[in-house]
């Protein structure tokens, strides 16, 4: 079956602009969660979704943004850019389930390869 | 959120065991252990997982202690492919299933 598709892989964008990344999961995944990595700052949560419902959210600063469509699909959005948002942004579907009860294998992750993102 | 400490780095000789330690004092009875890993220039993939008795994959093994609040990966033989930055995560039960925090993983040298 296919993996989870990021898209852009890469892109260039300058400080103030906005910038929407998108994340097709696993066929049957309902839940994709959105991270931020750097060489700095390692691997951070941003954000959950399931069914269509933001679930859990990590702590960066409201100018970054998510939503999920009822096809499972999506997408994360960064306004108003800063230098410091360069980075690798990754996507990761799991099964999830109604209530958030890690049952073994429902939590499991799939990354996508990521999109890249300068901000110059 | 409970947090994993893992060594920075690690290195092995090719096609040798490698144990990889994961220290999760503060694991509450719904965490389960994961373990995945990053090899360069691309996205983490899963290695494995277990919730309190030891697991067998055809990628690698984990070891959880009795009291749960330490495991340990073992690759039976590395190879070079096997050389990658090692996650240890805890997996939340109840509402915060999906929130996942990463620490900075081991990074694995095999040596040929």
């Known amino acids: 079956k296919a993996g989870v598709t990021q898209t852009p892989r890469y892109l260039i964008k300058t400080r103030g602009q906005q910038v929407t990344l998108s994340c097709s999961p696993i066929?049957?995944?309902?839940?994709v969660s959105w991270y931020q990595q750097t060489p700095g700052q390692g691997l951070q949560f941003l954000f959950e979704?399931?069914?269509?419902?933001?679930?859990n959210k990590g702590n960066f600063p409201g100018r970054f943004s998510g939503r999920q469509f009822s096809n499972s699909r999506s997408e994360m959005n960064v306004s108003t850019l800063e230098l410091g948002d360069s980075a690798l942004y990754l996507c990761?579907?799991?099964?999830?389930?109604?209530?958030?009860?890690?049952?073994?294998?429902?939590?499991?992750?799939?990354f996508g390869a990521g999109s890249r993102l300068t901000v110059l | 959120d409970a947090k994993t400490t893992q060594p920075n780095s690690m290195e092995s000789n090719e096609e040798e065991p490698v144990h990889l330690p994961c220290n999760h004092s503060?694991?509450?009875?719904?965490?389960?252990i994961h373990w995945y890993r990053q090899l360069p220039s691309q996205g983490p993939e899963y290695v494995i997982h277990?919730?309190?008795s030891n697991v067998n994959n055809r990628m690698a093994s984990l070891a959880i202690a009795e009291d749960r609040k330490s495991s340990t990966l073992i690759l039976h033989r590395a190879t070079l492919r096997d050389a990658a930055v090692y996650y240890c995560?805890?997996?939340?039960?109840?509402?915060?299933?999906?929130?996942?925090?990463f620490g900075d993983g081991t990074t694995l040298t095999v040596k040929p």
């Open positions: 990761a579907s799991s099964l999830g389930l109604a209530g958030g009860s890690s049952r073994s294998g429902a939590n499991v992750l799939t």
């Open positions: 995560i805890l997996k939340f039960g109840n509402t915060n299933a999906g929130k996942s925090t």
């Open positions: 979704y399931f069914s269509e419902t933001q679930r």
């Open positions: 066929s049957g995944h309902r839940s």
């Open positions: 277990g919730l309190t």
């Open positions: 503060t694991i509450s009875g719904t965490d389960y």
